[in-house]
């Protein structure tokens, strides 16, 4: 089992930037694939960002390519995500997610265990 918790969500303007933070206890984190998940009110949930048990790996969803990066830091069993030029459009509640695969994946359904999600709100 392994026990996820976001952080670093908030408010900021269009243009600024946030960190997210997931934090990850119980079993191993450093042989889980992670990957970061968004929905906003009234759609459904999306695909942001993954990362490999390496972290040699990583992709991202064609709307964030280029704002965003996702890294993880085994020693603190943390992964993290970090956005740049963030616009309206990225107001969502951001999930952290972990899967028993080593591989990067994509697809939520792939993902076992899931974090309460984080808001983050991008006024214009």
């Known amino acids: 089992q392994v026990q996820l918790v976001e952080s670093g969500g908030g408010l900021v303007q269009a243009g600024g930037s946030l960190r997210l933070s997931c934090a990850a206890s119980?079993?191993?984190?450093?042989?889980?694939?992670m990957g970061w998940f968004r929905q906003a009110p009234g759609k459904e949930r999306e695909f942001v960002a993954t990362?490999?048990?390496?972290?040699?790996?990583?992709y991202y969803a064609e709307v964030v390519k280029g704002r965003f990066t996702i890294s993880r830091d085994d020693a603190k069993n943390t992964v993290y995500l970090q956005m740049n030029s963030l616009k309206p459009e990225d107001t969502a509640v951001y999930y952290c997610?972990?899967?028993?695969?080593?591989?990067?994946?994509?697809?939520?359904?792939?993902?076992?265990?899931w974090g309460q999600g984080t808001q983050v709100t991008v006024s214009s």
């Open positions: 997610a972990a899967r028993r695969h080593i591989g990067a994946s994509q697809a939520g359904e792939s993902y076992d265990y």
């Open positions: 119980g079993r191993t984190f450093s042989r889980n694939a």
């Open positions: 990362i490999s048990w390496s972290g040699g790996n990583t």
